[in-house]
């Protein structure tokens, strides 16, 4: 089987994701046609380069990728089946079994050419202006086929996942939707959960927030309705997770007094954290972090870059964090841990202030 052609390309749906893809298609030469509900978000997708607005002949269409709400995904994808007769169908929706079933309702669809699958990336924000050709960079995507997936459209929505940079993983549907309820739905709503309890304290409480708060709550941050939608699909699965969880928040009360008994639960914590795959598939505990106080004046954080790009230093992530009250901010630099302390003392000899000492 010879390498797909992905052009023509059409991309419903020009919010976050749906603008990522064209603009990383485009960047790759893929010729990208945009479509919308709202016709002005597909303009201003276009006007970032994730393509063009101009109509394109359906039966030319090579490929079409589905990024709308979960709510609409059946209705689009049904849709786009139709309308482009020749064209292998992806959708990029966080649920895949709920959908699938649903479109094996629908008399005569071309199921052959469809074949789910799902990105794992994006961010709290949302809209075409925040869209980035690199949001998929070694970030997972999983292609879910299912038993009358054809083995060209498979191969299509593979090619569309490696132009856009990313890690391949094949999934069933069912093991797909069992998997992101604990990696990413449930996560959201314990984030939720702990941002909510915030609005039962004073400003005066809250002036104590740290990272550790921030880090939690972030992606309650996102857009409840989509979410809502995203956890309405996944409820069973959803579900589950929440029951065991319950449980153990359930064992965590009763042995509150216990201190050996909780410090049992906090070590099984610590240990989850450390199953779960770093950069190249290097566990979390095998990166340490330099913090680096930045203050708040212009051009501190680039020149914080300059420095560590002058070491030679292969950084693995980083994260950016402020304080409120003293009106600074620290980036956090994740090397491999035989770096840090060579890291940290050449990162104080260029003047800066590393946390912790």
């Known amino acids: 089987?010879?390498?797909?052609?992905?052009?023509?390309?059409?991309?419903?749906?020009a919010g976050l994701i749906g603008a990522s893809i064209g603009?990383?298609?485009?960047?790759?030469?893929?010729?990208?046609?945009?479509?919308?509900?709202?016709?002005s978000h597909a303009v201003v997708a276009a006007t970032i380069g994730a393509g063009t607005t101009d109509p394109v002949d359906p039966a030319d269409v090579r490929l079409v990728v589905v990024a709308v709400p979960p709510a609409a995904l059946v209705r689009v994808v049904a849709k786009t089946l139709?309308?482009?007769?020749?064209?292998?169908?992806?959708?990029?929706?966080s649920v895949k079994s709920k959908v699938l079933d649903e479109l094996?309702?629908?008399?005569?669809l071309d199921l052959g050419r469809y074949v789910g699958s799902h990105p794992m990336a994006g961010t709290q924000h949302t809209g075409p202006l925040t869209a980035s050709p690199t949001l998929f960079t070694d970030r997972t995507w999983v292609i879910a086929p299912h038993r009358a997936s054809s083995p060209d459209a498979t191969a299509d929505v593979r090619r569309l996942a490696e132009v856009c940079g990313?890690?391949?993983?094949?999934f069933d549907v069912a093991d797909h939707d069992r998997a992101v309820a604990t990696v990413s739905h449930v996560p959201y709503i314990m984030s939720v959960l702990t941002a909510g309890q915030l609005l039962d304290h004073t400003a005066e409480d809250l002036r104590l927030a740290g990272?550790?708060?921030?880090?939690?709550?972030?992606?309650?941050?996102?857009d409840p309705g989509l979410w809502r939608q995203i956890i309405a699909a996944n409820a069973g699965a959803v579900r589950v997770e929440l029951e065991q969880i319950s449980a153990r928040l359930g064992e965590l009360l009763a042995d509150l007094d216990d201190e050996e008994a909780v410090e049992r639960i906090l070590a099984?914590?610590?240990d989850g954290t450390r199953v779960l795959p770093g950069k190249h598939g290097l566990a979390p505990a095998d990166f340490g972090q330099v913090v680096v106080e930045l203050p708040d004046t212009p051009g501190s954080l680039s020149r914080l870059f300059r420095d560590v790009d002058a070491l030679g230093v292969n950084v693995e992530d980083?994260?950016?964090?402020?304080?409120?009250?003293?009106?600074?901010?620290?980036?956090?630099?994740?090397?491999?841990?035989?770096?840090?302390?060579?890291?940290?003392?050449?990162?104080?000899?260029?003047?800066?202030?590393?946390?912790g000492g």
Do not use: C, F, K
């Open 1 to 13: 089987m010879s390498e797909p052609e992905l052009s023509p390309a059409v991309v419903v749906g």
């Open 23 to 39: 603009r990383a298609l485009t960047v790759a030469g893929v010729e990208v046609h945009l479509t919308d509900r709202v016709p």
């Open 82 to 93: 139709r309308t482009y007769p020749n064209a292998t169908v992806t959708d990029v929706g």
């Open 104 to 108: 094996w309702e629908i008399d005569g």
């Open 166 to 170: 990313a890690t391949i993983v094949t």
């Open 211 to 222: 990272p550790g708060v921030r880090d939690v709550t972030r992606v309650a941050a996102s």
């Open 268 to 270: 099984e914590g610590r």
């Open 318 to 355: 980083l994260d950016i964090d402020h304080d409120p009250v003293r009106q600074v901010g620290y980036l956090a630099i994740s090397v491999v841990w035989d770096q840090v302390e060579e890291l940290t003392r050449r990162i104080r000899e260029a003047g800066w202030t590393v946390r």
